[in-house]
């Protein structure tokens, strides 16, 4: 802290020094924006440099240097190198006053990257008064912590492996093998031997106590334990072996194929306590904040800007290659084009009386 206190200040005597050159006296601005990186409103507002009408500011400068990565701003300690850099910023000021002299302010994408500049802007300062989440009061978060008690248990969690065949016959020969196997290697020589699931290159394949696996579930019906590669029977069965390294006792049906199903390993459940949680509880109300606090906005908003929507003006957007909605007639193969009709005036901006249309 002492050494980041340390170079802000050097920085800002640097940057002081710089309006101390003995340079021409520019007029100052009336608003020269907050003071910035320790320095006064007085020195913030010293003038540095004046392009057409617009005159960049000590307080300009000292933005730009904060904008900056701790490391890059690093170079800007002597002089010349910060004579570089308000030779950058003046020419960056040089081609925007040329940009909007050509009117490319009004080009349609430098619009967008503009209302998305001042989006970010506008919620960045909405934020300011939030708390860090190391401010929110313990009260808040134990709270929130009692509130969501589902969120802070983990349900018991099981490794699954499983055998693959497509012969019932054949399965239940395997079944029993697999159930006579008395270690993970003898499993694992069952599975290269019979699965329609094993890798081609024996060589290349999992240790032989890993052969099978198909994932980690939790027991049917919680909806955060499924596993994509693990069919829904094969999860019930799972959850009925007794121990870690048992085989079902039932060749399980699912898919078209017939299973052999191994428990491979085994988390039971938990609940986190509050302390192992906290620090995800107060990233989690931040984030409320913020959602809460941009919804406000917005709302605040909408009422100070009505808007309105014109939904047939919407539907009327047609896509490249997009296939017609429900409900469009299909058109068919061998459809003759359409007769020219007379052209008619149309204002796509007008709601029209026709939802169809």
């Known amino acids: ?11 800002a005597l640097s940057l002081a020094a ?3 050159c003995d340079e021409p006296a520019l007029q100052v601005p009336a608003d020269a924006g907050e003071p910035v990186l320790g320095l006064s409103a007085e020195q913030s507002a010293r003038a540095l440099a004046k ?8 307080g300009d400068f000292g933005r730009t240097l904060e904008r ?4 890059d701003r690093l170079r800007y300690q002597t002089k010349e190198r910060r004579r570089e850099l308000l030779s950058e910023i003046v020419d960056a000021e040089l081609l925007a006053l040329e940009a909007r002299r050509r009117g490319l302010d009004k080009d349609a994408a430098v619009e967008d990257a503009t209302r998305q500049i001042l989006r970010d802007a506008m919620i960045a300062q909405a934020r300011k008064g939030l708390p860090a989440p190391a401010d929110i009061p313990a009260a808040q978060v134990r709270a929130y912590y009692e509130a969501n008690a589902d969120k802070f248990t983990e349900p018991e969690r099981r490794r699954v492996a499983a055998i693959v065949v497509g012969d019932r016959a054949l399965g239940e020969k395997v079944l029993k093998e697999a159930q006579k196997a008395a270690s993970g290697s003898a499993w694992g020589e069952l599975f290269l031997k019979h699965s329609l699931s094993a890798p081609k290159d024996k060589a290349a394949s999992a240790p032989l106590d890993l052969a099978g696996e198909l994932g980690i579930v939790s027991a049917p019906g919680d909806e955060r334990g499924g596993h994509p590669q693990v069919p829904e029977p094969v999860r019930a069965a799972a959850f009925r072996i007794g121990s870690v390294g048992a085989v079902a006792d039932e060749l399980v ?12 390993g085994l988390t039971a459940g938990h609940r986190r306590e509050l302390a192992e949680a906290e620090r995800s509880i107060r990233v989690a109300i931040l984030q409320q904040m913020m959602q809460d606090q941009e919804r406000a906005l917005d709302e605040e908003l909408r009422k100070k800007f009505p808007v309105e929507i014109n939904d047939a003006a919407l539907a009327s957007v047609k896509l490249p290659g997009q296939l017609p909605g429900p409900g469009s007639a299909p058109q068919a193969e061998t459809a003759k084009p359409p007769a020219p009709q007379p052209a008619q005036a149309s204002d796509a901006g007008t709601p029209s009386t026709d939802a169809s249309k």
């Open 68 to 71: 900056m990565d701790q490391f």
């Open 18 to 20: 710089l309006a101390a």
């Open 1 to 11: 802290m002492i050494r980041a206190t340390a170079r802000r200040s050097l920085l």
């Open 51 to 58: 392009v057409g009408d617009k005159v960049i500011t000590l």
């Open 253 to 264: 049906e699912a898919d078209g194929r017939f299973y052999i199903v191994r428990l491979s």
